[in-house]
């Protein structure tokens, strides 16, 4: 069973920034937090992840709270392309890697 | 770099038949993993395979569904015979170590997917 709560769907203007939250309020200490997206039609890409601190790559970047009981991903500046479900998903030697429902992101033009 | 392959794309079939998909993972990625997406939720994992031995199977429906993975490399995933609830896209998956191999965490690359309808 999933260990992470997102909210169902989202809505987001193209070019603004858009802020996709996670609950994990059971996270063990060694669970890594792992966020995937899902474009239509397509299988899940991998976005980005942490264990601790904050992160940033090409994509998004991940805020983590200091207790590490919620997450937040973060895309600067929305586009069309960035249309997706996105998954929350925790990681910790295989164990948890459960895919929830996710938040469906919609952009508008 | 090639990603992960899969085929067919899309299967029509009627229930109580046979069917069978076909994965081949990244080059050099000791883990593939099986899913199963049902319309409308996430994925869920039927089966993870570390080089070619299974690693969790405990969600995959036993007395239907089979898999294996040759030489550590692909891997077919069979169903038979076929249900209606059987009607999902099939995922597969692969990442360059895995857990039992001592990694905490690692990356999964997934392929496009089949998608199987049973009438």
């Known amino acids: 069973d999933a260990k992470t709560t997102q909210p169902n769907s989202m809505e987001s203007n193209e070019e603004e920034p858009v802020h996709l939250p996670c609950n994990h309020s059971?996270?063990?200490?060694?669970?890594?937090i792992h966020w995937y997206r899902q474009l239509p039609s397509q299988g899940p890409e991998y976005v980005i992840h942490g264990l601790t601190s904050n992160v940033n790559n090409r994509m998004a970047s991940l805020a983590i709270a200091e207790d590490r009981k919620s997450s937040t991903l973060i895309l600067h500046r929305a586009t069309l392309r960035d249309a997706a479900v996105y998954y929350c998903?925790?990681?910790?030697?295989?164990?948890?890697?459960?895919f929830g429902p996710g938040t469906r992101l919609s952009v508008l033009p | 770099e090639a990603g992960v392959a899969q085929s067919p794309r899309y299967k029509i079939i009627e229930k109580r038949q046979s069917v069978a998909f076909w994965c081949n993972p990244i080059s050099g990625h000791a883990t593939l993993y099986w899913y199963q997406q049902i319309l409308g939720q996430g994925p869920k994992l039927l089966i993870q395979f570390q080089n070619n031995g299974v690693v969790d199977d405990s969600q995959l429906p036993k007395d239907r569904f089979s898999a294996e993975r040759l030489k550590g490399v692909d891997s077919t995933l069979k169903i038979q015979p076929a249900k209606l609830e059987d009607s999902a896209v099939y995922l597969c998956a692969s990442s360059l170590e895995g857990p039992s191999l001592g990694v905490s965490t690692d990356t999964q690359y997934f392929g496009p997917g089949t998608r199987l309808t049973v009438l």
């Open positions: 059971t996270i063990s200490g060694t669970d890594y």
């Open positions: 998903i925790l990681d910790n030697y295989g164990q948890n890697f459960v």
